[in-house]
Every structure is written in C-alpha cells, then in structure tokens.
C-alpha cells in the first residue's frame, strides 16, 4: 500500500453545500501535495462536472490560504437532479432513462484521475457507491448541516449552523420579551430535528417541534397560556422545516416529483398562525432559511472538516474505494459509502428529549 500508481486526484463536491466544504477542499490539496507528491484538481459542479465537458481546475496550493474561513464551496455543487441517467428518446417516440455510469467512469480516466474524493451527503454517496460498482476509484467525506447520517457521530457544518440558529433564537428572545410576543423560528432540518434540537435547549425555547415527533399544537397552545398566566409573558418556539402534526404532513412550498425532492418550507407560518388564535398573544414568524448554510465555519468545523479532507487522501493512499470517512466517539474510522444514507434520528425517547422535557420544554 502507499498510492504507488497515483499521480493526480480530482476532488468534487455534491448536494447542498455546508460551511467547511472548503476547508475539505484545502486539506484534500494540501495533504495530497505535501505527503504524496500528488497532483490535485477540483471538479466544478459535483459529477455533473464530469460530463459538461469542463476541465477540472488545478489546486495550487497558493489558492488554498484563504479557504479554511471561506463558506460554501469554490468547486460549486448540485443538488437537484441525478447524474447517472439520461433521458433518451427511443425510435417508438417513447423516453427512456438510461444508465450513463460507465460513460463517467471512462471521462474519470480519460482526465487521467487515478482517483476521486467526493464530498457530499446521502445523495452523493449514493452515485459515488454506483460508479465505483462500475470500475471508479472514489472516496467519500461526509456532509450536511443537519447532521442526520448515522454512520458518523457528527458531520461538519452542523456546529456553524447550530450557532447561527443559537444567535438569532438569543435576538428573538431580546425582542420578544420587549412586546410580550411569540416568536416562531422555522430551522433547517428535512429528516430529522438535530438543529431545532440543539438550538431550542441552547436558546432556551418553551417547545420545541421535530419531524422526529408528531406533534399536538394543543399542548404547545397551553404551554404558553400557562407561561403567561404566570407571568412569563414572551414566549419562544423552534420548529423544524420537517415536523408535522399527529394528523397531517409536512408543509412544502413546492412538492416534489419523480427524482426531484420537494422543497420543504411553510410549517414555521402554519403554526405562527395558529398559535395566534389559541393563544392571547401576538405572534411573529422568523424563517432562518439558507443563512444557516453560509457563512464562515466554526473553528470545530474547520478543525472536523480538515480532519475528514487529510483522512480521506489517506484512504486513497490505501486503496480503499467505496469508502468514506467517519467519526465515531473521538476515532476517525472509513465505513461503506453504501451505508451512509441510514438516517440518524432525534430518539423521540432518549436521554436529549427527556433532559429537555425535565427543562419544562414541550415537543407538542
Ligand atoms: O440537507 C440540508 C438542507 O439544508 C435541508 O435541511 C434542506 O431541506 C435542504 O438542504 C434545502 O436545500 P436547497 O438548497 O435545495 O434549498
């Protein structure tokens, strides 16, 4: 082992973007460079890139100083779509979607990259697992700001989203306490409610509402009814993009079709709207939106996604394709990149809910 055969590696980056991407960016160039002696190129728009007919870009290292504090991805990213089928139409007029992978696998060698790193989340993993089935030599680096992959304990970007959600919940509480008001702050968080989670106990909300548990607006109504009988007469609500009502589904502004996920959005005003009816309060509705995806990353993140970018050069100086990198307790460790769209879930009875409902927060 050592990576003998390798001379160049391409690194690409899929899905949403998350802050710390670049920082992946800079130690998969750095460390590819300084251990291996390996040439490095980025790949523009995730693996559509590898089809556009684009050329990937050297990395030099003089354009890897400024990158650790920078948000997004300078490699671009896509997140709608799927890169390994093509509409075709057939002689009878019909449409078919043909599987196109071994025509990336052969634009990967023909652009002479002995191996890729892919940054990305359940969806990129998933098409990175495909190409490799079909001859490709790709790592992984795990992504998302939501933090629901389950096959490692924490993903970069969560850390700077938590923050960001954390400081506007602080900057609501300031405002709300001063006209006596509901505020109502929609977060991130399509499968699972980690950010509301973590925001609502660090910002000190009276309900917190998650896709994890259907909820009651009910009980959220009396919460703070109560609250203000005693006095307390603002109140604090996180909802996640994703929670829904024991007897109803998740608001989307746009729904979904085929291969295009629906774009989720909406629940933070539903439940503004009724609270004002139930309650005597004024209500008022923030929705965070893509702010939790921008910006500088934390330094945990940067420190976690450096971590993940140098271990994942590593794997390909072992030959390891169809891996991705993970952390497990304070360990990195490589799992398949198959196994990494398994969801992680808020434990609607574990020990996080029950510390929070012991704090007299209420899930509705
Ligand atoms: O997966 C991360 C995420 O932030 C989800 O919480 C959210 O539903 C989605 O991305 C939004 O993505 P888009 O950039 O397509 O609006």
Redesign the pocket.
């Known amino acids: 082992m050592g990576g003998d055969d390798i001379k160049r590696i391409g690194i690409l980056t899929g899905?949403?973007d998350a802050p710390g991407l670049n920082a992946v960016i800079r130690a998969v160039a750095l460390t590819a460079r300084n251990r291996y002696g390996w040439e490095v190129v980025g790949i523009r728009q995730g693996f559509d890139g590898l089809l556009n007919g684009a050329l990937p870009q050297p990395m030099a290292s003089i354009d890897m100083y400024d990158l650790l504090a920078r948000g997004g991805t300078i490699l671009g990213a896509v997140?709608?779509g799927n890169p390994l089928v093509r509409a075709v139409e057939q002689p009878d007029g019909t449409v078919a979607q043909v599987d196109i992978s071994d025509e990336i696998v052969g634009r990967i060698n023909a652009l002479a990259l002995d191996a890729v790193v892919a940054a990305g989340?359940d969806g990129t993993m998933a098409i990175a697992h495909q190409l490799v089935q079909h001859g490709a030599r790709i790592v992984g680096v795990p992504k998302?700001?939501?933090n629901d992959l389950d096959l490692t304990d924490v993903t970069f970007g969560f850390d700077t989203a938590i923050l960001t959600a954390t400081e506007a919940l602080d900057k609501l509480q300031t405002t709300a306490e001063s006209h006596d008001r509901v505020m109502v702050l929609e977060v991130?968080?399509?499968n699972s409610g980690w950010i509301a989670l973590k925001t609502g106990v660090a910002g000190g909300a009276d309900a917190i509402l998650i896709p994890e548990i259907p909820y009651d607006i009910r009980i959220v109504c009396e919460k703070i009814q109560t609250l203000r009988r005693a006095g307390r007469v603002y109140s604090l609500v996180v909802v996640a993009?994703g929670a829904a009502p024991i007897d109803g589904e998740q608001e989307y502004y746009i729904k979904g079709s085929g291969m295009m996920e629906g774009?989720?959005g909406g629940i933070g005003f539903h439940i503004g709207n009724i609270l004002a009816e139930c309650t005597d309060a004024e209500v008022r509705v923030t929705v965070l939106g893509?702010v939790?995806?921008g910006g500088p990353p934390t330094p945990r993140d940067r420190w976690l996604a450096t971590r993940f970018g140098s271990a994942a050069v590593h794997l390909i100086a072992e030959q390891r394709w169809g891996e991705m990198v993970a952390l497990q307790g304070t360990q990195l460790v490589s799992v398949p990149m198959e196994r990494a769209m398994q969801l992680k879930t808020v434990d609607p009875d574990g020990a996080m809910v029950q510390m929070a409902r012991d704090l007299g927060i209420v899930f509705g």
């Open positions: 899905g949403g997140n709608r989340g998302t700001i939501d991130m968080g399509r993009e774009r989720l893509h939790q995806r």
